[in-house]
């Protein structure tokens, strides 16, 4: 079973930047979609990102134009690059792997989540 870890998290002031990092442990060789998702307090969890296998993006409309989605299969890392923070970006920030359960059984998974990394943007 995979295991993922996110990390960048922290305090920053409106305006400013972040990386976050989600990192897979227990790979296996297979290559899976990959999410960011966020969750304010009192807030439902929310899409932000997504990127394909194939490292296409795609963006919740919040975000597009200062978040960018990336992937380094290398290192077993999917990154979060969130520029021009605004305050309504604090959140808890997740990042999920989807599940799979094609053909190619080796890589047959349930969808993982990590366990999150906070992001508070002050005004």
């Known amino acids: 079973q995979v295991q993922l870890v996110e990390s960048g998290g922290g305090s920053v002031q409106a305006g400013g930047s972040l990386k976050l990092s989600c990192v897979a442990s227990?790979?296996?060789?297979?290559?899976?979609?990959m999410n960011w998702y966020r969750q304010a307090p009192g807030k439902e969890r929310e899409f932000v990102s997504r990127i394909r296998r194939d490292s296409g993006a795609s963006y919740a409309d919040s975000v597009k134009g200062r978040f960018t989605i990336s992937r380094d299969n290398a290192k077993n890392t999917v990154y979060l690059q969130m520029n021009s923070l605004k305050p309504e970006d604090t959140a808890m920030y997740y990042c999920?792997?989807?599940?799979?359960?094609?053909?190619?059984?080796?890589?047959?998974?349930?969808?993982?989540w990590g366990q999150g990394t906070l992001v508070t943007v002050s005004s």
């Open positions: 227990g790979y296996s060789g297979c290559s899976y979609d």
């Open positions: 999920k792997q989807d599940a799979f359960y094609g053909i190619l059984i080796s890589c047959r998974s349930a969808e993982v």
